[in-house]
């Protein structure tokens, strides 16, 4: 008797719309492909968002044209266009990965990976503090409390050390070490897993000394969440606390809005202002790209006293 052959499988075809688990099961690999903890959190976010949007329209099958519905959405809303292309590139990622566990057609993923962002118009105006208004921030959040003394050295790494948020709260006592005779934060692994070290003036050095002293901390963490009693509470804290912490003194210094990204900014500014080389900056911030120091400097072309006109090789008698 002749053997059967056993009947073949047939493939299931990829979807065309997306149930919620399916999203979510994209979005987790998309989140898991980051290996930046800030860049996690802004695509949770930028995803939870389109998931939202998806899931309160009808049934719509996820494709190049939902995707362009998504951004007039956004666009709309009237978001920065940073903001919205930063929103479309999670729900591109979310179509390479869909497409990668063959929950979607790769016809649709790439239609949706051909969406173009918005065009940025102009430069954006970036927010310095002058040196004046810089001892003002420190001057007005430097009591003696165990509050004021991490407030205090926050600020100081923040605007003297030109740290990121997720950088300041990571950071810990045993990275803190001298080389060439001068503290530094070394290794520190920052924005897209970029190591660099840090140099740490010795002012600043002194308020870390500080805390760590009035909260006894002699290793792990170095800033940590403090509770309503005034005590020390877990091994760490939150970005929103670090947010707080700037708007406060902020707030007391007399000082308009202000972000923790804008004392960075301004380290790079005063850094330039001081003297300081160009790729020396960039090394203390971390860029890949020499544009993006320049960018953080808002410098300015002078043309009434222009950078060549006293090169030192003019003509006697020629101004």
Request: charged residues 25%.
């Amino acid at each position: 008797m002749p053997k059967q052959k056993p009947k073949s499988r047939k493939k299931t075809p990829p979807k065309r719309v997306l149930a919620l688990p399916d999203l979510e099961q994209a979005k987790a690999a998309v989140l898991n492909s980051l290996t930046s903890a800030s860049g996690q959190r802004t695509y949770d976010h930028a995803i939870t968002e389109f998931v939202a949007w998806y899931c309160s329209e009808p049934r719509l099958t996820f494709n190049r044209t939902v995707v362009l519905r998504y951004r007039i959405h956004l666009e709309q809303r009237q978001y920065a266009p940073a903001t919205i292309n930063l929103r479309l590139a999670a729900v591109r990622r979310i179509a390479y990965e869909a497409a990668d566990a063959g929950l979607l057609s790769p016809q649709l993923a790439a239609g949706i990976r051909r969406v173009k962002g918005v065009r940025r118009l102009g430069v954006r105006l970036g927010n310095w503090l002058t040196a004046e208004q810089s001892r003002r921030l420190l001057c007005h959040d430097s009591s003696r409390t165990l509050r004021g003394l991490r407030n205090h050295a926050m600020l100081a790494m923040l605007i003297g050390c030109g740290l990121r948020r997720g950088e300041l709260l990571a950071l810990t006592l045993e990275s803190l070490e001298q080389r060439e005779e001068h503290w530094v934060i070394a290794d520190l692994v920052g924005k897209g897993g970029h190591v660099r070290t840090v140099p740490v003036p010795a002012w600043v050095k002194a308020t870390v000394d500080a805390w760590a002293t009035a909260a006894c901390i002699a290793r792990g963490r170095i800033f940590r969440a403090i509770n309503k009693a005034g005590r020390i509470w877990g091994d760490g804290m939150t970005p929103k606390v670090v947010w707080e912490v700037v708007k406060s003194a902020a707030a007391r210094a007399d000082i308009g809005k202000l972000a923790p990204h804008d004392l960075r900014r301004t380290c790079a500014r005063l850094c330039h202002l001081a003297g300081g080389e160009l790729d020396q900056i960039q090394f203390l911030l971390g860029h890949v790209s020499i544009q993006t120091t320049e960018r953080y400097l808002g410098c300015k072309q002078k043309l009434r006293c222009a950078v060549n006109d006293t090169l030192g090789i003019e003509p006697e008698g020629v101004v």
